[in-house]
């Protein structure tokens, strides 16, 4: 293989989006992937789009994730015009539903919450949301809409980028493990891979393993991710419609355009292990029915479980390593479909060396290593 512009450890979504913005913005791009590209977290989501943050922790990801969301309708007209595959993006908005008894309170708490975010979020009365989302539970106290929220079909869009990203001219290989980075020089020079230890040269190099990002020597200090497990549960019901993304304090249901409503998701910190459990499927069903009781009639279709790039500190890790050459696109942990445009987007700007759109200061791949450096200084 001749030198490349860019070589991408790593065929998920995130890998995959960055190699259809460069093959699209004239660079020779090659997408290496370990197994089957798209079948880990990018296959396993959920695919809730959502700018919102889940913990006080991933707040300064608020104005990423709604630079992404705003991306999004371009990104999926772009994905689905190249690839010519539909994506199942569902722009209708999401509903939270509140039960406690002291709901009106929370109510208030979550609509100030989102509003100093700059997000949009509507109260709703418990009649008003069922209206809305007949399916729910008649014992709900109150609901929160927001209305700019989507979903998307995380496997059919990750097919589609990856078939997109091909047809823009990136090359794609499948059971090709990187086992290391190298050096020539001063630079990254590329990856190296396992087998007959073949080399291949990049002017840059990206890691865009998920959650196997820290396995590749090399890599390890800059991306020191470790694998959140999150079990999920497709359900169909002949009785049952819902058209958003509805929440509890426990689970959520997604539903899909072919029927299919998912119910996620447990987040288990119990390394790579990737099997369903009958306290994951418990702890998704009963909430499942909590939140939409007819859903007792539904037929488990499918049940499963992957495995979400968390960082130590929840945020991404995006951005130039001190390595020239060398950049890390993981760390994405709950939110990596949603922020898969923007990441692409700061990637090309970072290679192509025009200013990037959001202010990255958090997401630097170097905060992990400075931190140890200052703690045992
Ligand atoms: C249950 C669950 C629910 C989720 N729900 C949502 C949601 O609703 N909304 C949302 O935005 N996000 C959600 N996420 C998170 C989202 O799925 C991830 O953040 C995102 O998919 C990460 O994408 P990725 O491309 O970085 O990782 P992956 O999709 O895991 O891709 C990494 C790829 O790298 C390959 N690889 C690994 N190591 C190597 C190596 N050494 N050499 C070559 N290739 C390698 C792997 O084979 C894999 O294909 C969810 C995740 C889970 C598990």
Redesign the pocket.
Known sequence: MKTLDVAI???????GSIALELAQAGLRVAV????E?????????????SPAPESLATVPMVPLAKASMALYPEFVHNVEGVSGQAVGFRPKGTLQALFSRDAARELSTVIALHHGLGLKAQPLRADDARELEPALNPEIEAAVLRPDEASVD?RALTRAVLVAAGKSGAEIFAG????SIFRTGERCGGLIFSGQDEKISAKWTII??????A??AGVEAYAPVKPAK???AALRSDRVEIERVLWSDKIYLVPRNDGRILA??TVEHVGFDKQVTAAGLEHLLSGALHLAPELASARVEETW?????ASPDHLPILGPADLEGLLIA?G????????APITARLIREWITGSSVSVDCEYFNPMRFADARREATA
């Open positions: 450890a790593g065929g998920g979504l995130i890998g290496f992937d370990q197994g590209p798209g079948h880990e977290a990018s296959w396993a989501g959920a695919g809730i789009l995380n090709r493990q990187v086992t865009a393993a998920g959650t196997f990002s396995q590749i999150g079990q999920m996620g998701a479980a992957g495995l979400r790039p993981t994405h942990f709950r939110s990596g479909i949603l922020l």
